[in-house]
């Protein structure tokens, strides 16, 4: 069973730094790409960034580039999004997403997990 | 990159069809999703590829997408249906969330 768990989430100051972890359990990590999406409080969704299985290829949305950056680790089955400079528009849930097809880059979501909060005070 | 534009709210009588629609340019030449989120919970893919369903969805949802609009039908709405749907669609290096439709079935 496909299971993804985020953690990493807290209270952090504007302009601060802050490291987001996804556990990835049930599946071959490395043939599949992996994203961040978060959705802000009350808000809808809004992709942020995509590696690929290989971790080749990152790819992030205009609003959080330069300042944020994905990677992962294939031995702990692990994904991470490393926030810097961060802004008070970044507070929202961040869900960690599993590509749908394997070996490609789709970016369609089949599994979710369940959201990391991150809150930016300024 | 391009936007998706879906209405904010829909409200339909249990047993009823609702349609939810997503537009933008040229949108039927590129692959939507469609995303069901009750509240508190994390998303769940129900449509994918424009028309197809991942495995456990209802026949009742369908999807289809033609020149500008794409749009998840859900026939016979059940009241267990009322959520936030979001359509999606990518292209090579970026993906793209509609703003959302809140169902409410009532």
């Known amino acids: 069973e496909v299971q993804l768990v985020e953690s990493g989430g807290g209270l952090v100051q504007a302009g601060g730094s802050l490291r987001l972890s996804c556990a990835a359990t049930?599946?071959?990590?490395?043939?599949?790409?992996m994203s961040w999406v978060r959705q802000a409080p009350g808000k809808g969704l809004e992709w942020v960034a995509v590696?690929?299985?290989?971790?080749?290829?990152?790819y992030s949305a205009d609003s959080v580039k330069g300042r944020f950056s994905i990677s992962r680790d294939h031995s702990k089955q692990m994904l991470f999004l490393q926030m810097d400079r961060l802004r008070a528009e970044d507070t929202a849930t961040y869900f960690c997403?599993?590509?749908?097809?394997?070996?490609?880059?789709?970016?369609?979501?089949?599994?979710w997990g369940q959201g990391a909060l991150v809150i930016v005070s300024s | 990159s391009f936007d998706l534009i879906q209405p904010p709210s829909l409200s339909v009588s249990p047993g009823q069809t609702a349609s939810v629609t997503c537009s933008g340019d040229?949108?039927?030449?590129?692959?939507v999703s469609w995303y069901q989120q009750r509240p508190g919970r994390s998303p769940v893919l129900v449509i994918y590829?424009?028309?197809k369903r991942p495995s456990g969805i209802p026949e009742r949802f369908a999807g289809s997408n033609s020149g500008n609009t794409a749009t998840l039908t859900i026939s016979e709405t059940q009241a267990v249906d009322e959520a936030d749907f979001y359509c999606?669609?990518?292209?090579?290096?970026?993906?793209?969330f509609g703003g959302g439709t809140r169902l409410t079935v009532l």
């Open positions: 997403a599993m590509d749908m097809w394997f070996g490609a880059l789709s970016l369609t979501f089949d599994y």
């Open positions: 590696i690929s299985g290989s971790g080749h290829e990152t």
């Open positions: 999606q669609a990518w292209d090579t290096t970026t993906a793209v």
């Open positions: 049930g599946f071959s990590f490395s043939t599949y790409a």
């Open positions: 040229k949108l039927g030449s590129k692959l």
């Open positions: 590829n424009d028309d």
